[in-house]
């Protein structure tokens, strides 16, 4: 992790009533958003101004499950998602049978989720989707919300424990103790953020992921994470239920896979 993305974190859980500085503590040099390495240890949070208060902030990540319907308005999301970037964008890992239509452990990943588009709409989100069919078209099936994933990849995406900060060179970050996929510090692959190409990904949306994985992560706690490995003959509904957030996860999970048919 750099200074930067670090001190990128800090504006989103941090309300202060004036400016303020971060610092290793010890050291009493103040950090500055450089890509230097972020040193381990505590760091302290100083107001620059006497009576200055620091708060952190109350707001949570939308609850999220992996995104993996298949209905009529997900087929051209995947679709084009594919012909775009031909290997899993996070680690690099390229499609060696793309051109034999074959994408076995491939995925074509919601930056947004489809099971928050009630928010995607009434947040506005269908602005930054120069793509979209029609004025009836919300946008968030255009390959412009989506990235090719391995399969395990795309689970700890939905999962707001792999982000990429696009302020920081589109740098991807791992919240998982000790980095199991080995992903942390590499950079989202240019195939799928090439500059004026309307096809690629945009920086909104995954702004937009980064400060739910923040959330997620590093508010006070941190949020519940969510079994997701449900093995034929699982009581599926009765794990959910008897887990954290239930009512919100079974809503989301239901949306998720019914709200697209119902829409086609």
């Known amino acids: 992790m750099t ?15 004036h400016p303020y500085s971060v610092s290793l503590r010890g050291t009493g040099v103040a950090l500055t958003p ?12 100083i107001p620059n101004s006497p009576g200055g208060t ?5 707001e949570h990540s939308i609850l999220r499950v992996p995104s993996s319907t298949v209905t009529g308005r997900d087929e051209r999301f995947r679709q084009r998602v594919r012909e775009r970037d031909k290997k899993c964008v996070v680690t690099g890992s390229v499609n060696p049978e793309a051109d034999l ?18 928010l995607w709409i009434s947040n506005g989100f269908s602005r930054c989707i120069t793509n979209r069919k029609d004025e009836h078209d919300t946008g968030i099936n255009s390959c412009q ?3 090719l994933m391995l399969s395990n990849i795309h689970k700890k995406f939905d999962s707001y424990y792999i982000s990429v900060n696009p302020d920081d060179d589109y ?16 950079e989202l692959d240019p195939v799928c953020r090439v500059r004026n190409d309307e096809k690629s990904a945009r920086d909104e949306l995954l702004r937009w992921h980064f400060r739910q994985a923040v959330l997620s992560n590093l508010r006070g706690a941190g949020e519940p994470s ?3 490995d449900f093995p034929p003959g699982t009581d599926m509904v009765g794990e ?25």
């Open 34 to 45: 450089t890509n230097d390495p972020l040193r381990p240890g505590d760091y302290d949070i």
């Open 101 to 118: 239509d074959e994408w076995s452990g491939f995925e074509a990943a919601h930056i947004y989720p489809i099971a928050g588009e009630d």
């Open 3 to 17: 200074e930067r993305t670090f001190l990128f974190m800090l504006q989103i859980l941090i309300i202060a009533s």
């Open 240 to 264: 959910i239920l008897s887990g954290p957030e239930a009512a919100k996860r079974m809503e989301a999970e239901l949306f998720s896979r019914l709200n697209g048919a119902s829409m086609v």
């Open 54 to 58: 620091i708060f952190i902030t109350d």
């Open 145 to 147: 919300n989506g990235l």
């Open 171 to 186: 740098k991807i970050i791992s919240f998982s103790r000790g980095d199991p996929f080995h992903v942390a510090g590499r």
């Open 226 to 228: 969510f079994e997701t």
